[in-house]
């Protein structure tokens, strides 16, 4: 009886992970409408996907998925011949975070793309090389660089945290 319907599952993977998606994307494409475009995408593509082991596989999935979406659409003619009209009167993250994420635009999209799931989401090292499937070391590396270069631009922009 405490079985989900296949419509509940869906419904429930929205609103715990439509958030956590739509910020992976924006911090990626840094449009709303894109990255809105981008979690509508990955949420078709879960209602077409029905092997998960767990919620942490299906979580894992949604962020792999929404990185590979982003790459593939800044690969796009459309996308890199553009000019963006977007106006920063809705963000999805707090003027806090959002000081942090126009230092962090400044890195390439795999090291922010390693630090946010690293600080923001909360993932290890080696839940972020499964993740992103990534040989641990390579990824430990490439956090350590990342790191080194978000400090810089931190120290660079006065920024005290660093």
Known sequence: MNELTEHQRFAKNI???????????????????????ITQEVFIRLVQTNAFENEEHIKAWLIRVTINLCKDFRKTAWFRKRTSLTTTDWLPFSEEQQGLLEELWQLPSKDRNIIYL???????????????????????????RAK???KCLLVEGGCEHA
Request: aromatic share 12%.
């Open 118 to 144: 690293y600080y923001y989401e909360g993932y290890s090292v080696p839940e972020i090389a499964r993740i992103l499937h990534k040989n641990e070391n390579t990824l430990s590396s490439q956090l350590s």
């Open 15 to 37: 609103v715990g992970y439509a958030d956590m998606v739509l910020r992976i994307a924006y911090q990626n494409l840094k449009n709303k409408t894109d990255a809105e475009d």
């Open 148 to 150: 080194k270069k978000l």
